[in-house]
């Protein structure tokens, strides 16, 4: 089972393998949580507030920085590699 997830997401919601199963961790963002995904993940969790801190371009640029990083960071590609060699 690979899971993209950060640690933060990982230890919130741990999963339940079944028996037999091998967890292989590819964390997506590692070491990236002062980057625009980390950002995103706020403005999701508490849209009023993040309507409050950033302006629509604000929030729209926001949302397309996190999804450049998410595909092209060091800690992506190194994530996905793996996933897809593995």
Do not use: K, W
Not at 46 to 56: F, I, M
Not at 65 to 70: L, N, P, Q, S, T
């Amino acid at each position: 089972m690979f899971d993209l997830r950060t640690r933060a997401e990982r230890d919130a919601a741990p999963d339940r393998l079944p028996e037999g199963a091998t967890g292989v961790v590819c964390d997506v963002l590692a070491g990236s949580m002062n980057a625009a995904p980390a950002q995103m993940l706020e403005v999701v969790r508490n849209p009023a507030r993040a309507a409050d801190a950033l302006g629509h371009g604000q929030a729209v640029e926001l949302f397309h920085d996190a999804y450049r990083h998410i595909v092209s960071s060091t800690s992506a590609l190194e994530a996905y590699r793996r996933f897809f060699t593995d």
